[in-house]
Each structure stands twice: as C-alpha cells, then as structure tokens.
C-alpha cells in the first residue's frame, strides 16, 4: 500500500478555495481585512459570502483611483463582491466587458464616485452603433455583458469638473451618463444609488453636465440574445437630463421600483424615464416619485429604431409625479401604428397620483396605442386637459378622481382619430368627444374646439418625431413616413 504524505501549503489554498469559492490568485492585489471592513452591508456581503463569495476590498487613495478599479473590474471571478469603503473614488471613464459581481459602497453618502479630473472623449461617438471597447460612449461607469450590481454610493459629476464629447459632427459640454450597461445576455440590479449631476441649464433645467443617469441598451431585434433582467430600486435621479433610460434594448425584464419600499426619486430633472424601441419586452414602473420634469416624467416611444418584431406591455402603477407647466406626466407614442402597422405597446397606467400647475397641455398622453387602461388614477390642480387620445382604439379609460383637478379646457379629450373607446367619467367631469363610436359614461360628452396652438402641439404629435439618438440627446424633426 502506498502512503500519501498532505502537503500543508496546497491543502490550506485548496481549504481557502473550499470556504470562498474563487482561485487563489483572485487574492492578488487584496487589501488585508482590519476592524473598519465590518461595516460591509450584511444585507448584501454577507448574503453572498454564505454562497462563497470573494471580497476584495478598495479604499480611496485620494488620486487617480482609475487603475486600481478598472482591476479589480476586470479580474473579479463569477459572483465576487468588490467592497468600496467610505471615501471619494476619483476615476476618468472606465469600460469593462464581462463583469458578474457585485460593486457595493458603505452607503449612498458614504461612499462616491466621481471624474478625476475633466472628462474629454476624443473620437466621434457612434451612438447608432452599440458601446464596446472600441466604440465606448462617454460614460462614467461602462459595462458589457455579465451580471453587474451596483448597491450603497453616490455617482456623481461636480459642478467644477467639465466634459465633453463629440457625435454627428457636433461637441457637447457634458458627460454622455453616469452608468452604461451595454450588450447582448446581461443583467443588471442597481439599488440605493444616487446619480447626481451638477445644478444649472442643459439646455434647460434638469441637469447642466450629465445626460443620463443610469442607460441600458441591448440587442433590439434578437430573442436569442435577450437583453436579460433589469432592477433599479430605491435610487434617487437628481440634476440629470435623462434620469432612467432603455432602449433600443429587445426582450427585456424591466423593473423601475417595483414595490413600496423599493420607489426610486427623480428630482431636477428633463425626463424621468425614458424608453425607446424596447421589443418583447416586460416593463414594470411603479412606486416612484418624480417631481416637476421640463419635459415628461415619462416618455415611451416604438418605431424610432425601425419596426420592432414583438409587441411589449408596460405597467406604470403607484407613482407619484407632479408637473408644473411640462407637457405630460406620461408620454405614449407608437409610431408603428401612425406609419399604419399594427400597436406594438401595450400599456396599463392604473393608481397613479398626479398633481398638475398649469401644465400646458394633458397630464396623460396616448397617441397611436390600442387596447390602453388608464384607470383609477387621480389628478389634481390646474392643466389644459387631464387625458388626451389620439389615433387610439379599444381603449378603457375609467373611474379616474379628477374632482380635485380644474382643466381649462377639458378633463379628458378624444381626438377625432379616436374611435370604439370605452369612457367611464365623474358627473363633473368634462369629456370633449371628437372621434368615432367612442362610449362614455356618467357624464354627457360635449363638442368643443381646442385652443388653436394647443391643437397644433398635440397634433404635431402625430406627424413628427423628435428622435433622442441615445446619448448625445441631438433631436432630429423629420416627419414620419
């Protein structure tokens, strides 16, 4: 019989890959654990430490933290938890394909991230083209493919630090975004992060040098490559252009919120959120606040990429949105219809809370969709109209509260491309009625005439799209075919 002799040396690295489930070359480079790694959210650290998980461990040098970083990105192993204690991380733009891990700080005003330095993208971004390596969009914080999560920190861009890049032949004196998740099969979970941008005009209020907060993008038109999972939870969005943004992204599993405790925070903002050609997929927007967009709390638009191949379904549930002067509190365009195809969107917006000062034209716009519920939401305060239907049919508008909302022209308007609608209104509400064989309910529908300009700002609608290219936000008018 042949004795085996244990070498102890092999044995206590084969005991460390047993405990924490990585290689051991994966402690290359890690800090030692002291007494202050302790305050590692057990929430998070520890749940995935039970599973095996490795810890690496970053503290801020007070430099260029970039390097250092960009490592610890590149080099985690599958599941692996990269813990950024309490300080300032000065980082330029790093881009990073294939992380699965977790990037988690001590906490949203504990630990931040921020430009080392001016931000400055030599080449011409091709935003009509997906970010990679060689084409990497001017972002903070890039990531393609894997499964990133991000927990506990501040992502932020001073007031004294400038940006810039170019695309379409163009310079733009801001940072394209703050966080990018990118390609084809990944996934991503971000919570208790805040995306702060500095206060002033770009190019009106809601955010002077940061274009979008948090931008997911992904294969448009493929189920084989289905953009994945997505969860954005308890977030805040502050002086930013474009808060929450997706699209053109195909088969994708949103969540924004989700659940009471999970609602995210939008405030000095342009656009809340903001989705573009998002094909066969599954959107759930609930529970958030947002507070006084320039432009819409949010804007959901199909056909601007092309023809999406699948339909999608949005629940926009239990937000709270207010809106003082901006056009809407929710945007919904389908341009496949106006072009004469068939609605790609399906849209269910139940129990919202809007609270309208004057806004200039309807707190809910739906424009090209059918089969639409807008039911049980309350509006308040003062505004043009409360709803607003164009080029839309079979759709259920009922039982929304608007007692407490004083339109100065009518609580919800039919358009004359309208048509088979079915409307349960309020005795005192005020439904003005130009389509088709519509039903209404509970109130007599009158035959009143817009405001002139109105008319036109709602119509134009219909024949124009203002396409936002990813994330330069250049606007191209140009009339839909």
Same mark, same amino acid.
């Given at each position: ?58 503290? %801020? ?24 204690? %309490? ?223 699948? %339909? ?103 358009? %004359? ?65």
């Amino acid at each position: 019989m042949k004795t085996f002799h244990l070498n102890p040396i092999p044995w206590f690295l084969g005991m460390l890959l047993l405990i924490f489930g990585c290689e051991p070359e994966a402690f290359t480079g890690f800090s030692v654990p002291t007494d202050e790694d302790t305050d590692v959210p057990e929430d998070v650290a520890g749940f995935h430490l039970s599973k095996g998980s490795c810890v690496t461990y970053l503290s %801020p040098s007070g430099r260029d933290d970039t390097g250092r970083l960009r490592e610890a990105l590149q080099n985690a192993k599958r599941g692996e938890l990269i813990y950024l204690r %309490p300080g300032i991380f000065r980082i330029q733009p790093i881009f990073v394909t294939g992380f699965d891990g977790y990037l988690v700080g001590a906490g949203m005003e504990k630990t931040i991230i921020e430009p080392y330095g001016d931000i400055s993208f030599p080449m011409d971004q091709d935003f009509l083209e997906y970010a990679s390596e060689e084409n990497p969009y001017a972002f903070l914080l890039s990531f393609s493919g894997g499964g990133v999560h991000l927990s506990q920190m501040t992502i932020r861009m001073p007031e004294n630090i400038t940006a810039s890049f170019s695309a379409f032949g163009d310079v733009y004196d801001a940072l394209g975004g703050l966080v990018l998740i990118t390609g084809e099969r990944i996934s991503s979970s971000i919570d208790h992060v805040k995306f702060q941008g500095a206060t002033g005009n770009f190019p009106a209020p809601g955010g002077k040098n940061v274009i979008n907060g948090c931008y997911i993008e992904a294969a448009i038109n493929h189920p084989n490559g289905a953009s994945g999972k997505h969860k954005i939870q308890s977030c805040v969005f502050d002086n930013i252009y474009s808060g929450a943004v997706a699209g053109p992204a195909g088969y994708m599993d949103y969540t924004l919120g989700g659940a009471p405790q999970h609602g995210n925070l939008f405030t000095n903002v342009y656009l809340g959120v903001e989705l573009t050609d998002v094909p066969g997929s599954r959107l759930e927007i609930t529970h958030n606040t947002i507070i006084e967009p320039v432009l819409d709390a949010i804007n959901w638009q199909h056909g601007i990429f092309g023809t999406p191949q699948a %339909p999608s379904q949005l629940l926009f549930s239990e937000n709270n949105i207010e809106i003082a002067g901006s056009p809407t509190a929710g945007f919904f365009r389908d341009l496949v219809k106006l072009r004469g195809g068939s609605a790609t969107m399906k849209l269910n917006y139940y129990s919202n809370h809007i609270k309208m000062t004057d806004t200039e034209w309807a707190g809910v716009a739906v424009v090209g969709l059918d089969h639409t519920n807008v039911v049980q939401n309350s509006f308040s305060g003062t505004g043009y109209t409360g709803i607003y239907l164009n080029t839309a049919s079979f759709c259920r508008i009922s039982n929304n509260r608007m007692r407490q909302l004083s339109p100065s022209f009518a609580s919800i308007w039919l358009r %004359p491309a309208t048509s088979k609608n079915y409307i349960t209104a309020g005795e005192t509400d005020i439904v003005v009625d130009e389509g088709t064989d519509n039903t209404i309910i509970g109130t007599t529908p009158q035959k009143m005439k817009g405001l002139q300009d109105v008319e036109q700002m709602a119509d134009g609608n219909l024949h124009l799209i203002s396409v936002t290219v990813l994330g330069n936000k250049k606007s191209y008018i140009k009339p839909i075919q």
